[in-house]
Each structure stands twice: as C-alpha cells, then as structure tokens.
C-alpha cells in the first residue's frame, strides 16, 4: 500500500515537471507586445526631435517613422535628414538629462521636463520643469546670476546628484 502511494506521488511528480518546465520556458520568451511597449515607454522629449532645438532652434514633434535610440532612450526626428544626423553624433543632439530638470537635480530632486523649456549651455540641450509657479529655466538662470555658480558647476552638481540617486 505504502509503496503504490509512493510511487503514484512519484509517477505524478514527473508527470507534472514538464508541465513546470514549459511554463518557466514560456515565461522567458521574449513576446511582440512587451517589446512594443517597451519600444514607446522609452521615448523621451515627448516625440519632439533633439535635432531640432539646434536647428532651427526651436522643438518641433517628430514623426515615429523616423526614430532612433541610443543610450536607451527612444528619439523621433521630423525627417530622414535629422535622423542621419543624429545617428551621425548622437552625443552632440541627445539632452544631458532626457528625463529630469537639471535645475532640481541640482537640488537633490528628480522632476519630469516640460520639453519645450530648454536651453543650450556649452553644446549641452537642457530640458527643465515648467508648471505653474514653477519654472526650472527660470529659477535656474536665477541662481546662476545671483549666485557665484556657473552653468558648468550646476550640471555637476545635477549629474552627481543623479548618480547618487540611481546608485
């Protein structure tokens, strides 16, 4: 009795592993939706494109036909054009901060840009917070002017306080 008790528990236990086995195999398969919505959750400056804040100097929206990532973060460009270019030299067009104010990191904060607030500093595109009452550009280029600080000393400052933060 005993021993048909073990051996059914034993004959179930194999018969339920592949089971297992395939489910954990189907876990790890990469799946076309997940990719997909991976693909936009890392677009950033809301669809605009960065070579456009260079030129013509002003943000204009992007067209998802033309997109380009690097460093992780999906880029759309009005043309195909402003993607060769792009793809050209992606560290002369991408942002410093693609997802934060650089004015509030700085100030040991992580706050969304607005990306139509920006500002050029040193070949460097800064993106900065805008909401009522609040405007990251403005508050930014307060404390630079009042302060003995300089743009460079700030963007330090926010990429160090960036890293503490992701650490």
Known sequence: MKR??????????FAVTPTIAAERDAAF?????????????????????????????????GNPQ????????????????????????PEKYAPRFPRNCPYNLAKGREVPVDPTNFKIVGGDLLLFH???????????????GQNEITHREMMDRAENNLLDMNF
């Open 66 to 89: 033309f997109s380009s990532t690097y460093q992780g973060n999906r880029y759309y460009f009005t043309d195909a054009e402003q993607k060769r270019r792009f793809d050209q030299n």
């Open 130 to 144: 805008k909401s009522p009452g609040n405007n990251g550009r403005k508050r930014w280029n307060r404390e630079v």
């Open 4 to 13: 048909t008790a073990l051996l059914a528990t034993a004959l179930g236990i």
């Open 29 to 61: 398969q990469p799946r076309d939706d997940v990719a997909h919505k991976s693909a936009n959750t890392n677009l950033v400056l809301e669809g605009y494109s960065p070579v456009s804040y260079f030129d013509p100097g002003r943000p204009q929206k």
